[in-house]
């Protein structure tokens, strides 16, 4: 009796399937930023300075005088300190699951609170008046946020309905502190705060740029980032982990005052004129506005600094655009809505994957190579 013995031998190679997909790599980078949350609106902004710098030639060119940048782009730089300034603790009070209506109030009070201090004292041209008058200023703005963290941590106040509050009686308190009139000073100091230049750069600018650091830090670097989304995405499941929702939401809505009574005193430093009625009117609006096209939900859990930044320039450059563009001021909130709606679709997550579902889906084709290598190893 003979035994054969088989030699096992090895399969030959797989020829490359034809009609394989390229390698991803490529691909998936480009996939990754045009998925990505600020991709959109980023566009809006490009299309927008494009669109700007071809109706006014020389709308991009930044020139330097006596050692300062002047040009429309550093104006419209100057213009969103303002609105950072807000968007950033708006940012943070929503990523928590509340909102801040009293803003622009707040506004309102720190700036007036600043001016009348200043005309007081009766030497509003020195540094050490003016830097009193800012502290002061801040301190009263501080001590708003923190009321209203206290309505809403303590006291169990729906952020809308406590914030509302101040909304609406904040204007009367700083009609109250100017006695009913424009209070107008003079102080070069205060005024260079919002006016003036740091190594060459509009210290508005300057000032945003260093409280975003700050703020990013704060947040990026610490728990501190970590612990508000939390709470935001669920408060109460926070809670029994372990962390202060309550202490912390408290100091994001002071956080959020005190950056509002730095807006205000920015955004009226230049003119010295506190108008209880005009400042900071409806400047809450463009604080929500900027945080939602950065990328923020309304319903709280993750937020996004970098977004706030592209949200302040996109509402900046959108203000410069009525201007440069000739719109008519009776149309010009449409024209706003219209170019914000856009933005906010094409970012939309959910139109994304219903256009990516209808999309065909083409099918990799089996080669003669790799049909008989299957076949082969279904008849094995």
């Given at each position: 009796m003979s035994t054969t013995t088989t030699t096992p031998t090895t399969p030959p190679a797989t020829p490359p399937v034809s009609g394989s997909p390229a390698p991803r790599g490529a691909q998936g980078v480009l996939r990754r930023i045009t998925h990505h949350h600020l991709f959109w609106p980023v566009v809006a902004l490009v299309v927008m300075l494009l669109a700007c710098g071809?109706?006014?030639?020389?709308?991009?060119d930044v020139t330097i005088m006596d050692g300062h940048l002047f040009g429309q782009i550093i104006d419209i730089m100057r213009a969103s300190a303002t609105p950072l300034l807000l968007g950033i603790g708006m940012c943070l009070v929503i990523a928590t699951g509340g909102i801040d209506l009293s803003v622009g109030a707040v506004m309102a009070i720190s700036l007036a609170v600043s001016l009348t201090y200043i005309d007081a004292s009766g030497t509003g041209g020195t540094l050490s008046t003016a830097l009193a008058a800012v502290a002061i200023g801040l301190l009263v703005a501080a001590v708003i946020g923190a009321f209203n963290g206290f309505l809403v941590t303590v006291l169990g106040i729906q952020p809308f309905i406590a914030t509302m509050i101040l909304m609406v009686a904040?204007?009367?308190?700083?009609?109250?502190?100017?006695?009913?009139?424009?209070?107008?000073?003079t102080s070069p100091p205060f005024k260079s705060i919002g006016s003036g230049f740091i190594l060459g750069i509009p210290t508005p600018v300057v000032i945003a740029a260093v409280v975003f650091a700050l703020v990013a830090l704060l947040v990026r670097r610490t728990a501190l980032g970590m612990l508000v989304e939390s709470i935001g995405i669920n408060r109460e499941a926070s809670r029994?982990?372990?962390v202060q929702s309550r202490n912390i939401t408290w100091f994001v809505y002071l956080l959020c005052g005190l950056l509002a009574g730095l807006a205000g005193i920015v955004y009226g430093a230049p003119t010295m004129a506190a108008d209880a009625n005009n400042i900071g009117l409806m400047k809450e609006l463009d604080a929500i506005m900027v945080v939602v096209l950065g990328g923020t939900k309304l319903d709280g859990g993750k937020f996004s600094l970098a977004g706030v930044v592209v949200g302040a320039l996109l509402l900046s450059t959108l203000e410069r655009a009525v201007v440069i563009f000739h719109i008519s001021s009776q149309i010009t909130p449409l024209f706003k809505a219209l170019v914000l709606i856009v933005v906010?679709?094409?970012a939309s997550e959910r139109l994304r994957s219903l256009l990516a579902s209808r999309l065909p889906r083409k099918r990799p084709t089996l080669g003669a190579g790799t049909a008989a290598t299957s076949a082969k190893g279904a008849a094995a």
């Amino acid at each position: 009796m003979s035994t054969t013995t088989t030699t096992p031998t090895t399969p030959p190679a797989t020829p490359p399937v034809s009609g394989s997909p390229a390698p991803r790599g490529a691909q998936g980078v480009l996939r990754r930023i045009t998925h990505h949350h600020l991709f959109w609106p980023v566009v809006a902004l490009v299309v927008m300075l494009l669109a700007c710098g071809l109706r006014s030639p020389g709308f991009l060119d930044v020139t330097i005088m006596d050692g300062h940048l002047f040009g429309q782009i550093i104006d419209i730089m100057r213009a969103s300190a303002t609105p950072l300034l807000l968007g950033i603790g708006m940012c943070l009070v929503i990523a928590t699951g509340g909102i801040d209506l009293s803003v622009g109030a707040v506004m309102a009070i720190s700036l007036a609170v600043s001016l009348t201090y200043i005309d007081a004292s009766g030497t509003g041209g020195t540094l050490s008046t003016a830097l009193a008058a800012v502290a002061i200023g801040l301190l009263v703005a501080a001590v708003i946020g923190a009321f209203n963290g206290f309505l809403v941590t303590v006291l169990g106040i729906q952020p809308f309905i406590a914030t509302m509050i101040l909304m609406v009686a904040g204007r009367g308190i700083a009609m109250l502190i100017t006695k009913g009139q424009i209070t107008t000073t003079t102080s070069p100091p205060f005024k260079s705060i919002g006016s003036g230049f740091i190594l060459g750069i509009p210290t508005p600018v300057v000032i945003a740029a260093v409280v975003f650091a700050l703020v990013a830090l704060l947040v990026r670097r610490t728990a501190l980032g970590m612990l508000v989304e939390s709470i935001g995405i669920n408060r109460e499941a926070s809670r029994l982990a372990g962390v202060q929702s309550r202490n912390i939401t408290w100091f994001v809505y002071l956080l959020c005052g005190l950056l509002a009574g730095l807006a205000g005193i920015v955004y009226g430093a230049p003119t010295m004129a506190a108008d209880a009625n005009n400042i900071g009117l409806m400047k809450e609006l463009d604080a929500i506005m900027v945080v939602v096209l950065g990328g923020t939900k309304l319903d709280g859990g993750k937020f996004s600094l970098a977004g706030v930044v592209v949200g302040a320039l996109l509402l900046s450059t959108l203000e410069r655009a009525v201007v440069i563009f000739h719109i008519s001021s009776q149309i010009t909130p449409l024209f706003k809505a219209l170019v914000l709606i856009v933005v906010c679709i094409a970012a939309s997550e959910r139109l994304r994957s219903l256009l990516a579902s209808r999309l065909p889906r083409k099918r990799p084709t089996l080669g003669a190579g790799t049909a008989a290598t299957s076949a082969k190893g279904a008849a094995a």
